[in-house]
């Protein structure tokens, strides 16, 4: 009789109003979803291929798994360096003038040649803006300033042998054609005004 009571008090439905304690979640026969970081991860370390070459070092020249690393060289230009530099410079445009203008390259020579008071003062705070930039420029720049420190002196050198090649035809052509020569005809090579001033003494006479 009593288990009776039990039984129906449990199936008789709750008043309006009364609190009803939440049903209990239903019980999933389903596999929980394995997450991202449950999957293998292949943590072997990546082989190259045969027959391919390791990658060496441009500092020791050893295969860069085995360098241990190198301290970045610091680039630094002294002002004797600076001067030379300035030296070729004024060399260079008097070759350019010489050639360009035909005025001798003896003459050109000295007036672009840097004295040691410009050097002086040029020196110091060229040397100190190269120090500054070359780091960033070699790295960008590496390939165009290494040809330069070999072009450079090579074009000087050719410039220099093509000046006395033109010199040396020039005086040639001098002897073959003295008419063409400005020193052959005395009046030639003086001035309009003096040239007048010598036919009219000469009428004069």
């Known amino acids: 009789m009593t ?10 439905p709750a008043m309006p109003g009364s609190a009803v304690p939440p ?11 394995s997450p991202v970081t ?17 990658k060496l070092c441009l500092v020791c020249n050893l295969p860069a798994s085995e360098c241990a690393g190198h301290p970045v060289a610091k680039f630094e230009i002294g002002e004797q360096t600076v001067k030379g530099l300035y030296q070729m410079l004024g060399h260079l445009i008097a070759l350019s003038f010489s050639m360009s203008t035909g005025v001798p390259a003896e003459q050109l020579g000295p007036l672009w040649q840097f004295s040691d008071g410009e050097t002086t003062m040029l ?26 420190f070999v ?3 090579i074009l000087i050198s050719k410039l220099t042998i093509t ?14 054609n003295p008419t063409a020569n400005p020193t052959a005809n005395p009046t030639a090579a003086k001035p309009s005004g003096e040239v007048h001033a010598a036919e009219v003494k000469a009428a004069a006479a």
Do not use: C
Not at 3 to 12: G, H, N
Not at 38 to 54: L, N
């Open 3 to 12: 288990m009776k009571k039990k039984s129906q008090a449990a199936t008789k």
């Open 151 to 153: 072009l450079i002196p």
């Open 23 to 33: 049903a209990p979640p239903l019980a999933s026969t389903a596999d929980p979803v």
């Open 38 to 54: 449950s999957f293998p991860i292949d943590t072997e370390p990546i082989r190259r291929g045969p027959g391919r070459p390791p």
């Open 123 to 148: 020196a110091p705070p060229t040397a100190e803006l190269i120090n500054d930039v070359a780091p960033a420029w070699m790295l960008k720049y590496d390939k165009e300033i290494r040809i330069g």
């Open 163 to 176: 000046n006395s090649l033109v010199k040396m035809h020039k005086e040639q052509m001098a002897k073959k």
